[in-house]
């Protein structure tokens, strides 16, 4: 099967995304995605932290804003343009792979993803990247889409006690389970947050780009 193109799919949808986020509809990232991640969100005053798939830098920005030295990446030109236009203190901004990230390991006390990794196209890949750049004893935390989110067609229907809920069908469509990414995956409401902390220390090596980060 041929690797979804997740950056020309991003870059087409970035100037839209960014526009509409930025105008004060993203209301599920406003009200419930991003107050849940921050409310879990251990101290980060001080910490170098690594922001995956930072989109248009929203929660960058924030995550700056709580005192922590930010690099951001993501796969999508568009978006590191936009983040980049807004300048803010603390934060660099890069465009790279989460697949293959350019920093030495061991770099990074944080790691989070605010709605981002269930857009990479090879999360498993991704995540041992995380844990290579992560240094012993740090943690990542990242959200994504609640699975039943991602059910192949739904509907709604109607509990015993009257309470509306969302019922997969039965559909074993490939293409239905697998949606391509785009603006809407990063709004809806329904969102599963996570923390881990590293536990097994990291050898330090040379970054694959030469760059350490600050």
Known sequence: MEAPDIRGQWNANAAAWTEMSRAGFDRYRDLV?????????????????????????HNTRLLAG???RVIAVDIAESFIAAAAG?????IRYLVGDGALLPFRAASFDAVTAFM??????????????????????????????HPIMSAPVGHWSRTRPGRARRAPSASTSTRARSPRPGPSARRRPSSVTGTSRSRSPT????????????
């Open 33 to 57: 995605n991003t107050p849940g991640f921050f409310a879990l969100l251990p101290a980060v005053d001080g910490l170098t932290c690594l922001d995956l798939g930072c989109g248009e830098g």
């Open 66 to 68: 709580r005192g922590a």
């Open 86 to 90: 807004i300048p803010h203190q603390g």
């Open 116 to 145: 981002s990794l269930m857009d990479v196209a090879d999360p498993e890949r991704t995540l041992r990247e995380v844990a290579r750049v992560l240094r012993p004893g740090g943690f990542v935390q990242f959200s994504v889409l």
């Open 203 to 214: 050898r330090a090596g040379p970054s694959p780009g030469g760059w350490t980060p600050c």
